[in-house]
């Protein structure tokens, strides 16, 4: 068997043993790379686009494609920092920006003994969508369809692994952005609890809401690369300095004695009836594997899109005021300085970066500030206390991750809310702060993977290792591969 199609926990035992060196796995994933890239587009530069021979990077020379070829490479999401090495957001005005340091979680891979892939994955720009359409790179098709979308907006980083074109990888989840694209691709993907793992070095959409987490093939990965990555940062002002159990230890084969929460308000018009019969054989599964289900309700599910769109625009608007053309990335040619910030924002942001700035700083303005702003704050705390209120009785809550699976590329792009709507099932995780994974538990009759989100309280992600790998040993839904 092919190298790149092997899990990190399959890798690392063959490495273990000595039957396999680093430099083998580079070399299987970089032909691998070479061979499918060129239709996934799942990285921002490969060496097609280079135009040089496979193995050289245009930023280092005639070095390896990997900087350093030891353990398991681990992709990275294009707006996570990497030191001397590229990290624009696929943005245009950080056009070539090289940051001077490593993001931490960079830091903990390297000193875990892993290296990270010399390719950055492909995003919507600045994090801004559900899709992996909005990006300088051009959009990245998902594996499985190569004319739908693979979700966002760390869409490349999903493709990749669900391609075999990264053994692992790392994205950053805002308002559903490791999940979704996690359910398009038939992934594992996890948004842990905010303050677990390092934002320093993470290029902010939404500083209340970002999450740096693992995008796997399994739930075994996905525990492994959690063990790493977690843990405080005093460079971390958001940073919880709480211990990190070891995940591995939660991989058990068990769901009896688990009470889990069906929330009714998931289940109604908006899901996509295949989608919804899909989770709902999942749910029968863990039933039949001793899971205790019972409805519950989280009454303030319907203001989630709107309370999410209010706070994660203002929280950009304000973070992307640095982007000017002063200090880093583009810089337009102008007579003067108020032309050039013009110019430089006009040529620099997108479309959708453009649409995000405006209702962010309008929410924020005088005389509008308390009407949607400080409003969505208060409704904001009322969603986390329907999840606290849940959570005293259940060990989990369990729904779809999405109310469709992959929709076609650019079926949504000229509907911004449509588009929203999209992460209407992953949102209310965010402005709660919780830990949540999608797991694939299903296809659709064109082919299409369907995901199953568990949810669970603060700091609680051992029982979502706990009931995603029971469910993984009892079905074979993750084992699916796309054929390219």
């Not at 691998?32 to 050289?56: L, M, S």
């Not at 969505?376 to 109310?403: M, Y």
């Not at 000229?414 to 994974?437: C, E, H, R, W």
């Not at 989100?453 to 029982?463: C, G, K, V």
Request: glycine residues 8%; charged residues 25%; proline residues 5%.
């Amino acid at each position: 068997m092919e190298l790149y199609k092997l899990t990190a926990h399959e890798l690392l035992e063959k490495l273990k043993n000595k039957e396999i060196t680093a430099e083998e796995i580079s070399s299987s994933l970089a032909k691998r790379i070479e061979d499918v890239d060129v239709e996934v587009k799942a990285y921002v530069r490969t060496p097609e686009k280079w135009g040089q021979k496979r193995g050289q990077s245009p930023e280092k020379g005639d070095s390896p494609l990997f900087f350093e070829t030891k353990g398991i490479p681990v992709s990275i999401k294009d707006n996570i920092c990497t030191d001397g090495y590229s990290t624009e957001c696929c943005s245009k005005i950080l056009e070539g920006f090289k940051p001077p340091y490593n993001a931490t979680v960079i830091n903990k891979i390297n000193e875990a003994g892993h290296s990270f892939l010399g390719l950055k994955c492909n995003m919507d720009e600045f994090a801004f969508g559900s899709s992996t359409e909005n990006s300088c790179f051009g959009p990245t098709r998902n594996p499985w369809n190569l004319e739908s979308v693979p979700g966002g907006s760390s869409g490349g980083s999903a493709a990749a692994v669900a391609g075999d074109e990264a053994i692992w990888a790392l994205g950053s989840d805002t308002g559903g952005s490791i999940r979704q694209p996690a359910s398009f691709c038939g992934v594992v993907g996890l948004k842990p609890t905010y303050g677990r793992v390092s934002r320093y070095g993470l290029i902010a959409f939404a500083s209340s809401l970002d999450q740096i987490g693992p995008l796997t093939k399994d739930a075994r990965d996905s525990a492994l690369l959690m063990n790493i990555i977690s843990g405080f940062d005093p460079l971390d002002s958001t940073s919880i300095n709480i211990p990190v159990p070891d995940y591995t230890k939660d991989l058990i084969n068990d769901a009896k004695g688990l009470k889990i929460g069906i929330p009714k308000e998931y289940f109604v018009e908006g899901l996509d009836p295949e989608v919804k019969s899909i989770v709902e054989e999942a749910i029968d599964k863990l039933k039949g594997l001793g899971a205790q289900f019972k409805e519950v309700s989280l009454p303030h599910t319907e203001y989630a899109v709107p309370v999410y769109y209010i706070i994660a625009t203002a929280e950009a608007s304000s973070n992307l005021a640095r982007f000017d053309g002063v200090q880093y990335g583009l810089r337009a040619k102008t007579q003067g300085l108020i032309d050039m910030y013009k110019k430089t924002r006009q040529l620099g942001f997108g479309d959708e970066a453009k649409r995000r700035i405006i209702l962010g700083t309008f929410a924020l303005s005088h005389g509008y500030y308390d009407a949607y702003y400080l409003r969505a704050l208060k409704v904001r705390t009322l969603i986390k206390q329907d999840f606290d209120n849940v959570f005293k009785d259940f060990d989990c809550i369990v729904t779809p991750t999405s109310p469709t699976a992959a929709f076609k590329i650019g079926d949504k792009v000229d509907d911004p809310l449509k588009m929203y709507l999209s992460d209407i099932y992953t949102i209310s995780v965010n402005l709660a702060g919780i830990p949540a994974i999608s797991i694939p538990c299903g296809f659709t009759k064109k082919g299409l993977p369907v995901g199953l989100q568990i949810l669970s309280r603060h700091f609680n992600e051992s029982a979502l290792f706990r009931l995603a790998y029971t469910y993984e040993q009892n079905t074979e839904w993750h084992k699916m591969k796309p054929k390219l």
